[in-house]
């Protein structure tokens, strides 16, 4: 995903890349648990915001929000495999 000043995309190691549209000010977000990888990234619509979801070896997925740059994640909610194979 870009805009005009930012691009944020997943590396292959499951971690979210923030960086400017330069390639300068690169940031690196990691899950905050060990064991578990990046799976998807949203952006909000007024561009201040990403929602981020994680699973980890175990199959629990774990979902963020945080400001754009990455800081101040905050999980909004948690889940595992079992739950959406009973619908």
């Known amino acids: ?15 979210i890349i923030i ?9 690196t977000l990691t899950s905050p648990n ?7 990234i949203s952006i909000s ?5 990403i ?5 980890s070896e175990n199959d629990e997925y774990q979902f963020y ?3 754009i740059d990455g800081s101040d994640p905050l999980r909004i909610a948690q889940s595992n495999l079992e739950f ?3 619908y």
């Open 51 to 55: 929602a981020t979801g994680s699973r």
């Open 84 to 86: 959406f194979d009973t």
């Open 45 to 49: 619509p007024d561009q201040k915001k």
């Open 19 to 27: 960086k400017d549209y330069n390639g300068n000010n690169i940031r």
């Open 65 to 67: 929000l945080s400001n």
């Open 1 to 15: 995903w870009y805009n005009s000043t930012i691009v944020i995309f997943q590396s292959r190691d499951g971690n």
């Open 34 to 40: 060990k064991g578990e990888e990046y799976e998807l």
